[in-house]
């Protein structure tokens, strides 16, 4: 499947959030990756986790939820989680109303605080996320009683013996809705352990997706 892939700028409560979307015309769905510490280069949407999300037929939409100025100027930009809410669901917005993506399930994967944010929205719209899958992240700053309220299903992908893992099986178990732990094997390098994570999570998607004829398996 041949993606063409698209700088975006994309509005939310007077800022400009930079993305990159990546889309054909026979996707089978939207998988928007949120970005929220520091500000990556977007050119680095061609990391393992965009790249087995496309190879499985997904339309990829990474977004960095900090503009560039907050990710060099403000330490708390990114924890500020009602902030990071809202310009998720602003980029859920925005691209309902885009031609090519009209219509498409949406589902999402985070990282980093951008994970309280996806708890949080997915709270507020229910009805805009099929599934979500976390690469480790902070889904713990949501607080409590939106994650006993979330209903989206929802997978932790976890890196046993890290900081976020010990923190997050805290938080995990006041989930009430759809979920699932995974805790990924050791690995020899930081690529092979970004490479299984992500096909931990792009294999969640598909479950909670329409099952795409002719689609490369991950």
């Known amino acids: 499947m041949k993606l063409r892939h698209i700088d975006l700028s994309i509005p ?6 930079d993305g990159v979307l990546a889309h054909a015309p026979d996707v089978r769905g939207l998988a928007m990756c ?3 510490s520091g500000h990556p280069p977007l050119d680095q949407s061609h990391r393992p986790l965009e ?4 190879a499985a037929g997904f339309a990829t939409m990474t977004v960095d939820l900090l503009t560039r100025q907050e990710a060099l100027r403000d330490p708390d930009a990114p924890f500020n989680i009602p902030r990071l809410t809202d310009r998720v669901l602003a980029a859920i917005e925005w691209a309902s109303h885009q031609p090519p993506l009209v219509g498409l399930p949406l589902a999402v994967v985070a990282t ?3 994970c309280a944010a996806a708890v949080r929205a997915a709270v507020r719209s229910p009805e805009s996320f099929r599934s979500i899958a976390f690469l480790g992240g902070r889904a713990d700053l949501a607080g409590a009683e939106p994650l006993r309220a979330v209903r989206t299903p929802i997978r932790f992908i976890v890196t046993p013996g890290t900081p976020e893992a010990t923190i997050l099986t805290r938080a995990y178990p006041l989930l009430k809705g759809d979920h699932h732990w995974l805790a990924l094997p050791p690995t020899d390098s930081e690529h092979d352990n970004d490479l299984l994570a992500a096909r931990a999570a792009c294999a969640w998607l598909r479950q909670h997706f329409p099952q795409a004829e002719g689609t490369a398996q991950a």
């Open 34 to 36: 949120l970005n929220s």
């Open 51 to 54: 790249l087995t999300l496309q």
């Open 112 to 114: 980093g605080t951008g």
């Open 12 to 17: 939310a409560h007077g800022v400009w959030l």
